[in-house]
């Protein structure tokens, strides 16, 4: 931070206009116009039962928070012993007793980012500090669930963002990869919705987010290519405009 309260970004020269980009600390980089593939406009309403005042939303303002997912479990369960019946198996031998209630357990895991939301996760680990230089949290483990096969991907997720007069705590990184990871997804949905939560925590002059993954939908099944990994990454604010800025954070994220 300088001392007319500007960040570190604001010296640097634009390459060219980006129209949702601006370089004061007190107003920084909207990302209200930054969008979220794969987010739904407006909140769906649900048709589960129990469920039918509840929203289904996969943005941050308004993240899913039905109450009653576990009251879901029996109806889960059913769903998974019909599955099992459809597989030519017998749901009553005694090896698949219990299965069905422990698939559907399983998969409420695999999904609980569904029920945390960003606030909560945060828990005002904000602390105000004059602290312009870079931070880096590398190589968070993340597991995931493809949306299109329901089967896991998972990998490691690199966090920098450049500090605008206030920083994260820094497990809250990771957790804020926990919550957008456990849910039906694609990567490169995931990678832009961690670097959007980072930009709302914060208020940083730059998020950027690196996500690499295997995904066994291409692994276990399908090309089967087994060595195959796919990296997407998400460039908000100055590591987007400033080559040298992202630059700094891809040597951090690739070093040793
Ligand atoms: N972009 C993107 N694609 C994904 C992700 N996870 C899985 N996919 C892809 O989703 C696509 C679904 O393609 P479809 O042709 O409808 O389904 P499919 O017949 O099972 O496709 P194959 O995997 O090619 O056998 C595949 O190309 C998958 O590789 C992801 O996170 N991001
Ligand atoms: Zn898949």
Avoid at 62 to 86: G, I, V
Wanted: aromatic share 6%; hydrophobic share 35%; with cysteine.
């Amino acid at each position: 931070m300088t001392t007319n309260g500007e960040c570190r970004a604001n010296g640097i020269r634009k390459s060219k206009p980006r129209p949702i980009i601006s370089r004061s600390c007190s107003e920084n980089y909207e990302i209200n116009d930054v969008e979220v593939p794969g987010t739904p406009k407006t909140p769906r309403t649900s048709t589960t039962p129990g469920h039918e005042k509840c929203t289904f939303h996969h943005d941050l303002e308004l993240d899913h928070n039905p109450p009653t997912r576990e009251a879901m479990l029996p109806e889960m369960s059913r769903s998974y012993r019909l599955l099992l019946e459809s597989l030519g198996e017998n749901p009553d031998r005694p090896g698949l007793l219990k299965t069905p209630e422990r698939a559907a357990k399983a998969m409420l895991f695999f999904t609980k980012g569904y029920d945390q939301s960003l606030e909560e996760v945060l828990n005002d680990a904000i602390f105000d500090e004059d602290h312009d230089e870079m931070v880096v949290v590398k190589d968070i483990e993340m597991f995931s669930m493809c949306e299109h096969h329901l089967v896991p991907f998972y990998g490691k997720v690199s966090i920098g963002y450049l500090p605008c007069g206030k920083i994260l705590g820094l497990s809250k990184l990771a957790r804020i990869v926990e919550i957008y990871s456990r849910r039906l997804q694609v990567q490169e949905r995931l990678t832009k919705q961690i670097a959007v939560a980072v930009t709302k925590a914060v208020q940083p002059a730059g998020v950027a987010v690196v996500v690499e993954g295997v995904h066994m939908c291409m692994v276990m099944r399908g090309v089967q290519k087994i060595n195959s990994k796919t990296v997407t990454s998400t460039m908000l604010g100055v590591f987007r405009d400033d080559p040298k800025t992202r630059e700094e954070f891809l040597n951090l994220v690739h070093s040793k």
